[in-house]
T-cell receptor, first 114, second 111 residues
């Protein structure tokens, strides 16, 4: 089954403790992206990757890191999480970059930073 | 940062009513997409519009892309409870690979 898989689905942690949210897709998609969703703000793009070893900042990259060492994986790293990073996070992929390509989303990761 | 403003933010209607959701920007978009999101899940693509003035229909849903490619609308005819969800527009502007999402319209259709 074609899918985007995120882990964990839920995480409660404390300020400053490094964490990684994994994202994997099995569709051989080139483009992958991370978003955060906050009430009243819609989805905001954090980082995106157009292919292996090619990443770029979205609209809200501060406090986040990403890497794309393999085509299927695109982990999101919070080196020193803070409470303002408490949010619902989505990973998405599409066949290639371009606004007319459908994005396939994971089911989300709810992060709470205390 | 380019913005996509959606209106209304919330909509609660009775089954059988018609409704329109708007997605507006001051920027020109190379294409616009509409997604629907259910609780506990990621957004799912409904449609992509690419050409200014384009109209696409998906059963009872009609999508339109503005002539100037700065706005889009979603019209639902005879809404049903199964249409309940969060509707999001999204797009990219020419020359960028960033996606911009709208602020969302939360629709509730009452039986």
């Amino acid at each position: 089954e074609a899918q985007v898989t995120q882990n964990p689905r839920y995480l409660i942690t404390v300020t400053g403790k490094k964490l990684t949210v994994t994202c994997s897709q099995n569709m051989n998609h080139e483009y992958m992206s991370w978003y955060r969703q906050d009430p009243g703000l819609g989805l905001r793009q954090i980082y995106y990757s157009m292919n292996v070893e090619v990443t770029d900042k979205g609209d809200v990259p501060e406090g986040y890191k990403v890497s794309r060492k393999e085509k299927r994986n695109f982990p999101l790293i919070l080196e020193s999480p803070s409470p303002n990073q408490t949010s619902l996070y989505f990973c998405a992929s599409s066949l290639y970059s371009g606004g007319n390509q459908p994005q396939h989303f994971g089911d989300g990761t709810r992060l709470s930073i205390l | 940062t380019q913005l996509l403003e959606q209106s209304p933010q919330f909509l609660s209607i009775q089954e059988g009513e018609n409704l329109t959701v708007y997605c507006n920007s001051s920027s020109v978009f190379s294409s616009l997409q509409w997604y629907r999101q259910e609780p506990g899940e990621g957004p799912v693509l409904l449609v992509t519009v690419v050409t200014g003035g384009e109209v696409k229909k998906l059963k009872r849903l009609t999508f339109q892309f503005g002539d100037a490619r700065k706005d889009s609308s979603l019209h639902i005819t005879a809404a049903q409870p199964g249409d309940t969800g969060l509707y999001l527009c999204a797009g990219t502007t020419s020359g960028t690979y960033k996606y911009i999402f709208g602020t969302g319209t939360r629709l509730k259709v009452l039986a």
